[in-house]
């Protein structure tokens, strides 16, 4: 989706190619599914073999038939990928909150309301919980309706995946394509964004970046933003206009995948061709969805609209670089700050000059946390040094982009 170069004239010539009134069907291989296919998913995943095993090792002191008759009792009635994120998906985020974390605060944005369709464009904290939280805080709040989902496929290595998040409202960014194949994608996926705002009357949620940022330095693609402009007849600046963007910004006490991103760097550093391996992605998944992730904290900005009106007439990569950066600004001055951010910014800078910010017992509790989650590591020639240096830059860094959004913010 992002990283790629696009010659105006490429653009011009596939826009003309799909620029005809768009049609739900001329999205199939992407989209979520609709209405009148949902039972019929929820039956293929009911049967599905791996999802059977999935459910068995969830809920181990079950037989599966029960498990299967609960689950067909759960979704009694449920007809659309809306009916299934309020059955199924909202009452597995309250779960969540309630056995992994310390409790989710909420910061809405008044501004948001329920007569508009929005782009929500967050920082990445874990694919499936971003939004599946989020979409609880929106239901819940009645703001704004829930969100379609933007997840890639290199995530959906199992078929019962595939119909999971099309079933809870997500549409497919196809990656690992050649430079063509690439333009064709970015374009139907942009086109249908623009179509699920529009004529669907859907939000959208997507993250910033592809990916998340394995040091969490959360910073935007300027290709996210391209994207959302090359499918659409007009120009960048209508473009993103109609898609109503609004960042937010999430915020973990604990990163429960700290450890995992940490040996991945050293693998990466001790073997320049290491690849993960489908398992480490469903480790990952795993680990992201039932670690510790102590406070968590949602705050939502301002629609860029409020001060796009200003770019407008700058030249189409002017404008999407001044987008990004002020996309940028509002997530990182979004962050909710935890003494482990004061902590880690400290140690990495052999000083105390943070302390106002955490106590002792927050120390403590922090050095117990990271020695927990070094002795999780057990790579060969574990560098344990190197290990903790990259889980304490993870910590510090929300710190470091907050403080310079604000010194950034201060000097415009």
């Not at 999205?27 to 609709?34: G, T």
């Not at 009148?36 to 995943?45: D, K, Q, S, T």
């Not at 400290?346 to 020695?371: C, I």
């Amino acid at each position: 989706m992002c990283g790629f170069h696009i010659s105006p004239e490429k653009v011009y010539l596939c826009k003309l190619k799909l620029s005809e009134m768009a049609r739900l069907s001329d999205f199939d291989d992407i989209r979520p599914y609709s209405a009148g296919e949902v039972r019929g998913a929820i039956r293929e995943l009911l049967d599905d073999r791996q999802f059977k095993a999935v459910m068995r090792s969830l809920v181990p002191w079950l037989p599966y038939c029960l498990t299967r008759l609960l689950l067909r009792l759960a979704l009694i009635g449920v007809k659309t990928p809306q009916g299934f994120q309020v059955r199924v998906m909202r009452p597995f985020a309250k779960l969540i909150i309630r056995r992994h974390t310390d409790g989710v605060s909420y910061f809405p944005n008044e501004k948001i309301t329920r007569d508009k369709r929005y782009t929500f464009i967050s920082n990445h904290r874990d694919i499936i919980l971003d939004v599946s939280i989020f979409n609880l805080l929106l239901y819940e709040t009645g703001a704004s309706g829930t969100c379609e989902i933007a997840i890639g496929d290199n995530l959906l290595i199992y078929p019962w995946i595939k119909r999971l998040v099309r079933l809870n409202k997500a549409f497919i960014v196809r990656r690992s394509l050649s430079a063509r194949d690439l333009l064709k994608s970015s374009i139907l996926m942009s086109r249908y964004m623009h179509f699920a705002i529009n004529e669907k009357r859907e939000n959208i949620w997507i993250a910033q970046r592809e990916g998340r940022a394995k040091d969490s330095s959360d910073l935007t693609q300027e290709g996210v933003i391209k994207m959302l402009t090359i499918g659409y007849d007009g120009s960048a600046y209508d473009a993103l206009k109609e898609m109503n963007i609004v960042p937010f910004t999430i915020s973990y006490e604990f990163d429960p995948c700290d450890r995992l991103k940490a040996q991945e760097f050293q693998q990466k550093r001790d073997n320049p061709s290491y690849k993960k391996t489908r398992q480490d992605d469903l480790t990952n998944m795993k680990t992201g969805i039932f670690g510790y992730k102590g406070r968590v904290v949602y705050r939502v900005s301002n629609c860029i609209n409020d001060s796009l009106e200003e770019l407008k007439g700058l030249p189409t990569a002017e404008l999407l670089r001044e987008v990004t950066r002020r996309i940028d600004l509002q997530i990182h001055t979004g962050y909710e700050l935890f003494p482990n951010n004061y902590i880690a910014f400290d140690r990495l800078n052999g000083n105390r000059d943070n302390e106002a910010h955490y106590t002792k017992a927050d120390e403590k509790r922090f050095d117990n946390y990271l020695q927990a989650q070094l002795d999780k590591i057990t790579i060969p020639d574990k560098d344990t040094d190197f290990l903790t240096e990259r889980m304490l830059t993870m910590y510090a860094n929300p710190l470091r982009n907050y403080r310079a959004a604000i010194d950034n913010d201060s000097k415009n």
